[in-house]
């Protein structure tokens, strides 16, 4: 049975989805207003930002390639 992570960093998000660092910061700064006050889902530790599992599809690709 495979482990997934509960929480993981913008490295590897932008690994995983092929975004920019620039694309991250941008979804990242809409995502903090939504999600304000809800630190189990999006919080910042030591210059690393800890990103639930649960809101990973707001960092998928919003255009799809034909």
């Given at each position: 049975?495979?482990?997934?992570?509960?929480?993981?960093?913008?490295?590897?998000?932008?690994?995983?989805?092929?975004?920019?660092?620039?694309?991250?910061?941008?979804?990242?700064?809409?995502?903090?207003?939504?999600?304000?006050?809800?630190?189990?889902?999006?919080?910042?530790?030591?210059?690393?930002?800890?990103i639930h599992n649960s809101?990973?599809?707001?960092?998928?690709?919003?255009?799809?390639n034909l």
């Amino acid at each position: 049975m495979k482990k997934y992570q509960t929480y993981y960093t913008g490295v590897e998000i932008m690994e995983h989805y092929q975004i920019s660092e620039r694309t991250l910061r941008y979804r990242l700064a809409t995502l903090k207003k939504k999600y304000k006050g809800q630190h189990t889902l999006l919080s910042k530790q030591k210059h690393i930002w800890r990103i639930h599992n649960s809101i990973l599809e707001h960092f998928e690709s919003k255009r799809k390639n034909l």
